[in-house]
């Protein structure tokens, strides 16, 4: 997809972050937005700034990613309105953090629900209208950790391998069917969102010191950066997109070390991650 003027583009977590980064760099280029969240003045900003970028049309829509039935109900709205759809950025996450041993069921149900089958949702949703448009594109936001574990992010790292291995395979299949839809997996690193301090933790973690851990060590790169990169791995159709030299860094360690990339994350974790409640 050489060019993303007029094209129809729809975004999911566009009310902040990376997803409200994406929304204004592709009005800048002409796209037409769909652009939904829970957050819904978050999302009204968004639909301003993106209005001010340039784009010819803004749609925006509260939507819970992980509610199946509203989310089919909004993708039929979407294609009804503007006519046709040519991407998908399923960027809405969530993040929990916390020990196995530790984590609440309901906190994990809610954590796959948005980061899983929030994905699957908006994939297969939109995936019949991608493919009429005879020129689509589909972009699930994975992660550094869909490509290497953490301790304390069991939860999380399941949610984003599994969008990973789902992305994966349906770009496989697009190409054996001969459909003209492009797929893209994407893993950021380190970005600056709000996304540690909107967290959900098991009762043993500290919720101030994980986000502070996150915030100042970790998140280095800026949202806008990160989603030029985004969009120019749709313009180059990329079946993977690493964000950031963390991400590209970390990624090629446990390549060439295998399993063992395990012991040596854990060793450093043991050092620098916040202490544990008793």
Known sequence: MKNLSNKVVVITGAGSGIGRALAVNLA???ARLALSDVNEAGLAETAGLASKAGSPDVQTARLDVADREAFASYAAGVAEHFGQVNVVINNAGVALAGDVVDLDYKDM???????FWGVVHGTKEFLPHLI???EGHVVNLSSLFGLVAMPGQSAYNATKFAVRGFTEALREEMLIAGHNVGVTSVHPGGIKTAIARSARVS???DQAATAKLFDEKLAKMTPERAAEIIVKGIVKNQARVLVGLDAHALHNFAKFTGSRYE???ALVSKRV??????
């Open 273 to 278: 991650l916040p202490a544990k409640a008793v």
């Open 203 to 205: 009762a043993k973690e």
């Open 132 to 134: 009429a448009s005879g």
């Open 263 to 265: 012991d040596v994350v």
């Open 109 to 115: 149900d809610w954590i796959v629900g948005i980061n």
């Open 28 to 30: 800048g280029k002409g």
